[in-house]
């Protein structure tokens, strides 16, 4: 019955985070963010984006295996969600919600395996750790989904304790079901790699457990079983970022590495030790902003002060040393470039490999610091059982509680306008269409205005309008290929200034744009400037509140010229399009970002299948070179028979995508022995 | 900060304990020699028998007895076995002696620690006939084959660990015992590396423990340590890493001389901790962060503490440091107190390993750095091989050859005279060729050559050495100078000669 009535308190407690939204569920359909966190609008429509490991729409086309992380398990939840007529909102509360309910389980159960003196005291210490103000931060600017592997690090520590003590294989089974669940929140290499770390760190202390050879077998095991349930999607990103290794190094050098000096400035002593930085953030009112923040701080130096406690008056085990030994290592890393010893980190972070992906400290591994110190409380609960103790941890409890209450809506519910709508199913219906996104916003963050509720950071549009797109907001400067970035900056500037009808439109159909969409609803400075659209070469479609779609007159639309019969399949990694008749044109272009991935293949009606593959996979002399067009695209030179009359399908496959297939399959063997050696 | 500390102390540290080997031998040797200066009684004479010790005994440790020539008038020799050996029985062939005597006792201030496993032996010669010339030890007794490898073993690290330990023991005594210096010189070098600051603050401590003799001294310079924290935690808005590593030193200085535990420094950071919140209401936000960065600290003290004690007590090596009379000596006794102390692994052990290959590696690694940049500077700065003629008269042809002298692109690239530009006729990377001006007076000159290079991003003015040239007066007579200037004609270069008319 006790058993119960926790899982019940913590079930009422988990509504916390998401009562903000309760007045929103029938009001709004979606939900999003100012950030990474990249909303789903229809999760059925996206469905084939999302299992892609190529993004055929942002930027003319972009490698991105991350994504496939994101499936799991927000994506699943969201389909899961929409079929039973839920909305995307609805989902999204449900997804938190179980978040935090697992969240506090988990941290609920870790406690109890190591300190399983009062109950009460390990649902109080739960509460602080999973309801810390820190995490609310995630809320705002985006990585909403790594809240999980913060939420759900404790479970897996607790599952590998039971490994090491009962060997059982549940346990493992367990495990590699939690990771799965995680696979959103890992697929972030640092945060991967920060996870790896610290279970393996756990591992090594656990060695004194059991004997050498079998500790090794089994942390060879719950890294085979962790890492096997996320193989599906760090195959593929394995192999890109080993392929791409030099220019993700740096790159990450020149761009996000080396603005640690602006992302670690707030980092000083006192504020890592208490918990004192990006309040202003999630905090909304500027007018209690100091005194919650205060608040907050107070609570933390309490916290930090019981968890020194033991160390001065108690006889301690090795154990409570090694957590003090990871606490200073963490704070060490936290507090980068501050004093002390600013320089010892600087020069680990210029020549040790890796030691880059802490870029952001904070962001990255500050939960270990929130982590450790629950630990701590709890071995200061161990050694000193007052009731007095369990008062005043229970009122820091109620406090956090409050403050997620008291913060409100972080993120942001929010409709799609008509106009939209009216956008969308006008460029979906022409073919080939490519739409170009303006007002210039100058590499950027966007965000939009009250009338989407100021969301921003991931654009919605390049899920919802799906048809390639280019902007030049943050993330054209993220991706690797420079010409393409060049080309969009060029043709926007040539928009506002050119005068010249003929370069302007040679500009535009060099990357084949077909629509201009004029966003009216930015929340920033960018105004819309309607005055330089004023040109016959564009042909006002729609022009409603929030934006003005144009359509490029036909004398600039070259594209695809050689390729405009029917498309059969289209699929961002899988192109199949269908000529009738000769080819007189011996190049075909593909409008996409060069990339040696991408494949040709030709299959030929009148021939047999047997001829067909042994003439496209054996002795290729069908299509004969891949190189650059316009700098940027992929074009290929083919020979084709003269007289061939039947019916030609060109086939375009982005091959990497095989990568995933391979992964699911191998993680689903991994899954069928898992429950195999269960059974046994 | 890091760079200090490694140019400071590692780095020479290094070197010193570099020369100290290849002078002196390591301070193991030194102890060696000092064992070997054994006080004999000059009263017999030598015939040519040698002593040979039974190659059946086990851990047989005298090394040194067997490399010394023992003079024709000793009485007995004295040398050192251990207890086991002892235990056996001695057996000497072709030599009559007259017993052996255990002394127990040391005359040489030897480290006490040493007694405890081994004794000193007295060998008494009989009669001046059957004195050996010299000890000789047996080389074919059988080191390698005391350890067996088995495949077992690396899968338990205890036993690897202590396998490992083993076949590093051998290799020092194989190398010590075919005197190959070269082979044995590198552990010993590590050995030094690590011991010598040891040694050093051990050294300090007796020596302020005897200046002060007084502990009440000691407690109020540590009162006067944590006051000065205080106060500079209270009044320096930007505290240096300098200040927290001095500060720090002392504190843990104190510790170390009055013997604290780690909760001293535990206690420390909860006392600073706790001034936290009253500086906050007070608005004074550098002053939290210094007491902040305390706590810091000295949370990290008490944990060091406490890794040093637990390493302290399994191994009884990191805080103890001993002189050992021999190599042997000091292996075999490193051998005792680790296998006894290995049976329990656990991270500590592996911790304390790993910092002390990190340790060793970065400092190899910091002079490999250097050792590349300065390679790196002088393949760039300009360097003069050969001035000709270096006797030379006014509107003579200077040719300097050498090499990176670098395009003359502009005012920065020039010869120097006594600290003058000089005007040149011809300017490559290797070859510069000037005049001898009419202005100069007659003597001695030395130029230079300066150019810029890029280095480490900057532009920094290279010179060369300054060379010097002679200008000798044209008098009308033949003096001993013109003499030389024609004797240098032969040895010029067949270029210098066209370039001058010859």
Known sequence: MKRYLKVLVFAIISFVPICPYFIDITTYKHLGAFGDLAQIISPFEELALRTSVYNHIAFGGMHEPFNLANLSPFFILQIIGT????????????????????????????????????????????????????????FHPG????????????YCIYLIKKVFEVNMSSDILKLFFTSLLMSASLANVSYLLIFMVVLNIYIFFLYSKSTFKRSLYIQTVLNAVILGANLWWILPTLIYFLKNAAEQFSYSKTHLGAVINIAAKDLSMTNILFNNFESSNFLP????????????????????????????????????????FILLIIIFLLKSINPPFADLFKYMYEHIPLMQIIRR?????????????TILVSYFLRYYPKKIYGYLLTIIAIFYLSIYIYSGKQLRPFNVPTDYQQAKKYIEESPNSQVLILPSINLQLIQYDKSLNGIGGVDFLKNYIRRPQYSDDLYLDLILNKNTKNKVLRTMSAIYSEKDDKKLCSQLSELGITHILVRKNMNSNIKYKSQYLNNHLFISQI?????????????????????????????????????NGAIINNRVHLYQNFDTNWKLYLYFSSKSLYENIKNNLLFSNTVLLHSRYFGFANEWMIRVPTNENSTVYFIFLYFPQLYFYIGIILTIIMIVILLRVKKQ | MINKIIYNFLVPNFILSLFLVFFFGSPILINDYRLLTIELPLKYQLNNNAIYFNPSIEN????????????????????????????????????????????????????????????????????????PLQFEINQDYPITGLYKFDRSILLDPNKALKFLFQKFQQYIEIAYQSNQIFFYIFPLLIYNFLSLPIIAIK??????????????????VTLIVLLCIYFFGLINTNPSDVQIVVFSTLWALTVYFHRRTPKASFTLALFFVMHIPFFKLVHLDYASNNFAVWTYVFLAFGLLHVLLDEAHARYGLVINPKFYPSVKGSLLFQKKTISKNLTNHNIISISITVIVIISIGFSFLIIFQKLRKYYDRNLKSPRITVVEPMLVYHSTKVVLYGKSFGEKKDERFRIMRNGKEIRTDYWDDSKIIFTIPLDWKPGEYSIWIERPIEWNTETIIEKTKPQTIKVLPITGKITPDDDLYFKQMDSLRKETKEINGF
């Open chain 1, 543 to 579: 022009d409603g509140r929030h934006l003005q779609l144009f359509k490029v007159a036909e004398q600039c639309n070259l594209h695809n010229s050689n390729l405009n019969d029917k498309t059969k399949i289209n699929l961002p990694y899988l192109k199949v399009v269908q000529t």
């Open chain 1, 143 to 154: 990585h909403f989904p790594i809240l999980l592997l913060f939420f759900l690090t404790p």
């Open chain 2, 203 to 220: 050294k300090l401590r007796q020596f302020i423990l005897d200046f002060l003799n007084s502990e009440s001294i000691i407690t109020s």
């Open chain 1, 285 to 324: 009112d500027n007018r209690h902003l100091t005194i919650i923040s205060g608040l907050i701080e107070y609570s933390y130096m309490v916290l930090f002060t019981l968890g020194l406690v033991p160390f001065v008056f108690k006889k301690t085990s090795k154990l409570h040393y090694s957590v003090l």
């Open chain 1, 361 to 373: 400290p904070q962001s990255k591994i500050y939960w270990l610091y929130l982590f450790s110190l």
């Open chain 1, 83 to 138: 079929s039973l007529h839920l909305s995307t909102l609805q989902t999204w509360l449900l997804g938190i919600y179980l978040s935090y309910f697992a969240g506090l389980l988990s941290t609920f159960a870790f406690l109890n395996s190591y300190f399983n003196k009062s109950q009460y005291t390990n649902i109080v210490v739960s509460i602080i750790y999973i309801f810390s103000p820190y995490y609310l931060g995630f």
């Open chain 2, 60 to 131: 047989f440790s005298v090394i040194n007895v067997g490399i010394r020539k023992i003079n024709t008038n000793d009485s007995h020799v004295t040398f050192l076995l251990t207890d086991e050996v002892a235990n056996k029985t001695l057996t000497l062939s072709k030599v009559n002696v007259q017993g052996i005597y255990r002394l127990s006792t040391y005359p040489f201030g030897i480290n006490p620690d040493f007694e405890s496993y081994s004794k000193r032996y007295k060998l008494q010669f009989l009669s001046s006939k059957n004195k």
